[in-house]
C-alpha cells in the first residue's frame, strides 16, 4: 500500500466509511505490514469508545441479547462496533460465527458495524488483532465497542482484558461441569445475566451466582456486579442490562483507568512477545542455522529447554550493555 | 535447594518415589529456579513415555473413562502418571478438578500417580508447566502419562500439542453451539470417543462426526481417526479405545517423530518467551524505568503499541552485531 492510498483509507475510516472500516480490520487480520502501519496511524485518533465485553458458554443466548442491546444502543443514538470472535477453531481459521446472519438484521443501518474473528495461530494473536480491530473501530467512531465471545476457557478471559466492562451470559439448569467452568467467568463478570428467565430454575441460577459473588466480595472493591435475569427472545431485562452497564460507567471511573494501563501493558507484551519471535525467526540476532541446531539437540535430549533459552537469549539480548 | 538435597530428590525421582514426584511437580508448578532445576537434571532421563491426550465438552465423562483406561493399563503392566489440567480458572489459581476424589480410587496402588494443574497467569505458562510435569512423570518411569484437559478452546488445542496421542470425547445430543465448538476439536482428534453409548441419539453422533471427518479427509494423512462408541460407567468399549491407542502408536511413527518435533519447536518458543519477558522485566536489557516511561506514553496515546514494540526490540536485540 502507498503512503497515499493508506493516507485515503485512513481518512474513510475516520469519517467512517463501512468498507474502509472492513478493509482496515482485513489487513489486521491478516498480520499484513500495511495493518502495521495502519494501526499507527490510527492509534492517535483512537480512544474514545467504550468497550463491553460479552461471554458466556455455549447456548446461552449472547448473540441474541448482544442483537437486542444493539437496538437499544442504537435507539439511544449510539454508534456501535461488533467484533465477534471465535477462538475455538485454531486451526481451520474460519469464523464459526459468521456474520452472515448478523449483519442482515443491521444491513440497512449504517450506524452498526459487525465483524467476527478467530483465532489465527496462538491466543495471543487473536488478542492482538481484537484490540487492533477496537482500535479501528474507535477511530472511526463508533463510540460503543461490543466484543462477543463464545467458549468457556481462557480465551474469554484473555479477550475480557481488551474490554473496559464484562458482561458474562449464562442460562438455568447447566450440569455441574459447566458450573465448575462458570469458576473462571465468575472472576472476569462485571454484570452477570442469567438469560432464558422463563426457564425453570431462572430465581435458583441468580441465586447461585449471588452467593458465589458473596463468597469473593472484598470490601476493597468499589463495584459490585449485579446479576440480571433477561429473556433475549423477547427483549426482557435488556434495559435493566443497559442501565447497569451505564451505572457501571457512570460509578468506576478510577476502576477503569486502572483497567485501560493494565490492558495497555498486557497488549505491549503479548505485542513484544510477538514480534521478538519474528526477530529471531527472521532476522539477524541469532547466527542462521543455529536455532535449528539447538531444536536438534533438543530432540536427541543432549540439551534441555531451559539451558536453550539461557543460551539463546545470551546471543539475542543486550545484556549490561 | 543445596545441590546435594537437589540430587537426592533426581535419585528419588528416578525410583518414583511418589512423594518425590509430587515434590519435583510442586516446585515446576511455582515456577521456581529449583523447578527449572530440576527439569535440566531430569531432560536427559525422560523421553520414553507415550504421552496420551484426553480432552472434550464439559460433562462428556473424561474422568471416566480416564479411569477406566487406568484400570486397563495398569493389568497391563504399565505404570501410569495423570495431569489433570484445568484452564478454565486463571485467576484463582485452584484446581476444580482436584486430585482429591481422582486419587482415592488409586490410593493404595503406587503404579499410578495423579496431579491436578490449573492455569497460573498466561495460557502459555499451563502449557509450559504441564510439559514439566510429564518430563518428571516420564523420568520417574511412568511409561504412560495421560493428560486430561476439561473445556472446549484453545487451551484444549495448546495442550493437545504436548501429546502423542489426542483422544476427544463427546456424548450423543449436545446442542448446536457446542455441536459448533467441536470444530475445534474434530481438528486435534486422533481417536473420537462417543461417550454414554446408551443415551439416545448414540448411532446419529458417531455418524455426524464420520461425516464431519470425512469432510477434512486429505489423502496424505497415514491416520483415519476412527470413532468409538463407550459407557464409560459399564467399562463398555474401553477396550476398543486400548486397541485404537495401541494401533495408532504402532503405525503412525513417522507421524510421532513429526509431532515430537513440533512439540519441542513450540515448546521452545513459549518458554522463550516467557523468560524474554523475565529479561526485559527483571534483568537490565533496558534503561531502568524505560519501560513504564513507554507504557505511559501510551496511555496518552502519544505513542502507538507498534512503535513501542520496535523502540524496545531495537534497544534490547543485538541485530547485525
Redesign the interface.
Known amino acids: 500500500m502507498t503512503p497515499s492510498v493508506e493516507q485515503a483509507l485512513v481518512e474513510r475510516i475516520l469519517q467512517r466509511d463501512r468498507h474502509a472500516v472492513g478493509r482496515g480490520i482485513s489487513l489486521i487480520e491478516t498480520g499484513s505490514p500495511d495493518g502495521?502501519s495502519l494501526?499507527?496511524a490510527l492509534?492517535?485518533r483512537?480512544?474514545r469508545a467504550f468497550v463491553i465485553g460479552v461471554t458466556g458458554a455455549?447456548?446461552v443466548g449472547k448473540s441474541t441479547v448482544v442483537d437486542r442491546l444493539i437496538a437499544l444502543l442504537r435507539g439511544n443514538g449510539h454508534h456501535v462496533g461488533v467484533v465477534a470472535v471465535d477462538?475455538?477453531?485454531?486451526?481451520?481459521g474460519g469464523a464459526?460465527l459468521g456474520d452472515r446472519v448478523r449483519m442482515q438484521a443491521h444491513v440497512g443501518d449504517t450506524g452498526v458495524f459487525v465483524r467476527s474473528m478467530a483465532?489465527r495461530g496462538q491466543?495471543?494473536g487473536?488478542a492482538i488483532a481484537t484490540r487492533d480491530a477496537v482500535v479501528v473501530l474507535d477511530a472511526a467512531g463508533y463510540d460503543i465497542v461490543l466484543i462477543e465471545t463464545?467458549?468457556?476457557?481462557?480465551?474469554e478471559?484473555?479477550i475480557s482484558r481488551v474490554a473496559d466492562i464484562s458482561v458474562v451470559i449464562t442460562i438455568p439448569g447447566l450440569?455441574?461441569?459447566?458450573q465448575?467452568?462458570k469458576?473462571?467467568l465468575m472472576?472476569?463478570g462485571d454484570i452477570f445475566v442469567v438469560n432464558k428467565a422463563d426457564h425453570t430454575g431462572a430465581q435458583q441460577a441468580v441465586a447461585e451466582i449471588e452467593t458465589m459473588l458473596e463468597m469473593q466480595l472484598d470490601e476493597s472493591k468499589t463495584w459490585r456486579p449485579p446479576v440480571l435475569l433477561t429473556q433475549a427472545t423477547t427483549g426482557d431485562g435488556i434495559d435493566l442490562l443497559r442501565e447497569a452497564i451505564n451505572q457501571f460507567h457512570a460509578e468506576t471511573s478510577p476502576l477503569q483507568s486502572q483497567r485501560?494501563?493494565n490492558r495497555?501493558?498486557l497488549?505491549?507484551?503479548q505485542?513484544?512477545?510477538q514480534?521478538?519471535?519474528r526477530?529471531?525467526e527472521t532476522?539477524?540476532?541469532l547466527r542462521s542455522g543455529e536455532f535449528n541446531e539447538?531444536?536438534e539437540s533438543?530432540?536427541r535430549?543432549?540439551l534441555?529447554?531451559?539451558?536453550?533459552?539461557?543460551t539463546?537469549?545470551e546471543?539475542?539480548?543486550?545484556?549490561?550493555e
Open positions: 502495521i494501526i499507527k492509534y492517535g483512537a480512544g455455549p447456548g477462538p475455538t477453531s485454531p486451526l481451520s464459526i483465532t491466543l495471543g487473536l463464545v467458549g468457556v476457557g481462557q480465551a478471559v484473555e450440569g455441574d461441569d459447566v465448575a467452568l469458576a473462571g472472576e472476569i485501560r494501563r495497555d501493558r497488549g505491549l507484551w505485542l513484544l512477545q514480534h521478538f519471535r526477530e529471531i532476522g539477524d540476532v539447538i531444536l533438543l530432540s535430549r543432549e534441555d529447554p531451559y539451558t536453550a533459552v539461557e539463546i537469549l546471543h539475542t539480548l543486550r545484556k549490561g
